[in-house]
């Protein structure tokens, strides 16, 4: 609900209240924390749920790189993309759709029309 109005305050409350009732988040709640923080375009915020998120234990996966690929295309930052993609591939997971159409997306918006046709 908070993540869908993009509250950010009432997320990271909900994610402490859960926290100290002695549950540990999953893959589905950082993923939906990441989600929270691209809507939000906050780079910080979401490369340290990335952080936390690998400290833990849980290992991400095509959601979560498609995610960070988003707030990446939404910022423009063609390098960050481009090294998430290699993270992605090096772990074992194979780009889909959503991965190459967000390349496409940011390669058409920064014109860089040799890469969008590669």
């Given at each position: 609900?908070?993540?869908?109005?993009?509250?950010?305050?009432?997320?990271e409350q909900v994610?402490?209240?859960?926290?100290?009732?002695?549950?540990?988040?999953?893959?589905?709640?950082?993923?939906?924390?990441?989600?929270?923080?691209?809507?939000?375009?906050?780079?910080?915020?979401?490369?340290?749920?990335?952080?936390?998120?690998?400290?833990?234990?849980?290992?991400?996966?095509?959601?979560?790189?498609?995610?960070?690929?988003?707030?990446?295309?939404?910022?423009?930052?063609?390098?960050?993309?481009?090294?998430?993609?290699?993270?992605?591939?090096?772990?074992?997971?194979?780009?889909?759709?959503?991965?190459?159409?967000?390349?496409?997306?940011?390669?058409?918006?920064?014109?860089?029309?040799i890469k969008s046709?590669?």
């Open positions: 609900l908070y993540t869908k109005k993009e509250d950010t305050i009432k997320s994610l402490n209240n859960m926290i100290n009732a002695g549950f540990k988040p999953n893959l589905v709640t950082y993923n939906t924390l990441l989600s929270l923080y691209t809507k939000t375009e906050d780079t910080i915020k979401s490369e340290q749920v990335l952080r936390e998120m690998i400290n833990s234990g849980i290992k991400p996966d095509l959601v979560t790189y498609n995610t960070l690929l988003s707030l990446y295309t939404k910022k423009e930052d063609t390098i960050k993309s481009e090294q998430v993609l290699r993270e992605m591939i090096n772990s074992g997971i194979k780009p889909d759709l959503v991965t190459y159409n967000t390349f496409l997306s940011l390669y058409t918006k920064k014109e860089d029309t046709e590669q």
